[in-house]
Structure formats: structure tokens, C-alpha cells
């Protein structure tokens, strides 16, 4: 009979570089369509990362990065995030992610322009709210805070 592994080694990756490899007791990470949470054991499965605040348990504490976009594929015992972007919570300046933020909102196309504008500023605007929040460590979902044309 197999046993409930006890920790899941957490891998998060992005093209640039190696950011993170640790065993750890659970992982929320932000899914394309909402936010999962993985435990040791969790059935394998792939899924579309959206812009958002990766958390994970260890030792009893919790820590969180940002994440955006890319892949996660869970194991039984392995969570590896193939993200287009990653930092940690503690790296990021609160200061420059808010005026990330604004200029992003202030930067929005006008009305006649091209989808590809309005999804490069709703991109743009989910990437500086999600810096904010995870600065500001408040952990709402960036998502609600997008604008739509």
C-alpha cells in the first residue's frame, strides 16, 4: 500500500534563472482561472499559471513570490512552476511597484485600439497590482483589480 508523502519538493523556474528549490508541507499557487491548493499526495496534473502570489508552508511558516503566467505541473510529491516571471515577496520595492502600477493605469489605449493593446495593458496592469499586493503582502487576487474594455 503507498503512503501520503509528507512533503512536496517545490520547484519554481523562469527562463532567466533558478528561483526557488525547497521541500515543503502545502503550495497555493495562482492558476489561470483561480488559485489551487496543492498538499503531498495531490493527484499529477498541468495547469496554466496567471499572474498572481505563490504561497507555500514550511516549518510552519508561509512564505509568498510573485508569479506570472507560464505552467505548473503538480506530482504526488513534486510542484515544478514554469513561470514567465518570478520574484520574491521580500525583493520587491512597494514603492516602485506603485508607481509601476499607475503608470500602467494611466498608460490604457484609447478606444479605437487594437485587442492586442488592451490585452498588453490588462497584462501590464495584473503584473503591477500583483507587485503591490505581494509588497504590501495583502494577498488579494490581482484579478479583480484589471481593468476590461
Same mark, same amino acid.
Given at each position: 500500500m503507498a503512503t501520503i508523502p509528507e512533503k512536496i519538493e517545490l520547484q519554481v523556474v523562469t527562463p532567466a534563472k533558478h528561483i526557488l528549490s525547497e521541500d515543503v508541507q502545502s503550495v497555493e499557487l495562482p492558476g489561470k482561472d483561480g488559485y489551487l491548493g496543492i498538499l503531498p499526495g495531490h493527484a499529477p496534473l498541468l495547469t496554466e499559471l496567471g499572474a498572481g502570489i505563490l504561497t507555500f508552508s514550511? !516549518? !510552519?511558516?508561509?512564505?509568498?513570490?510573485?508569479?506570472i503566467d507560464g505552467f505548473a505541473e503538480v506530482l504526488p510529491n513534486r510542484v515544478i512552476v514554469l513561470a514567465d516571471e518570478s520574484e520574491k515577496v521580500e525583493d520587491i520595492d512597494a514603492s516602485k511597484a506603485r508607481a509601476e502600477l499607475?503608470?500602467?493605469?494611466?498608460e490604457l489605449p484609447g478606444a479605437g485600439?487594437?485587442?492586442?493593446?488592451?490585452?498588453?495593458a490588462n497584462a501590464a496592469i495584473a503584473r503591477a497590482t500583483v507587485r503591490v499586493q505581494a509588497a504590501?503582502?495583502? !494577498?488579494?487576487?490581482?484579478?479583480?483589480?484589471q481593468p476590461t474594455r
Open positions: 514550511k !516549518g !510552519g511558516e508561509t512564505r509568498s513570490m510573485v508569479v499607475e503608470k500602467a493605469q494611466h485600439a487594437s485587442e492586442e493593446d488592451w490585452e498588453r504590501e503582502k495583502t !494577498g488579494s487576487p490581482a484579478r479583480e483589480l
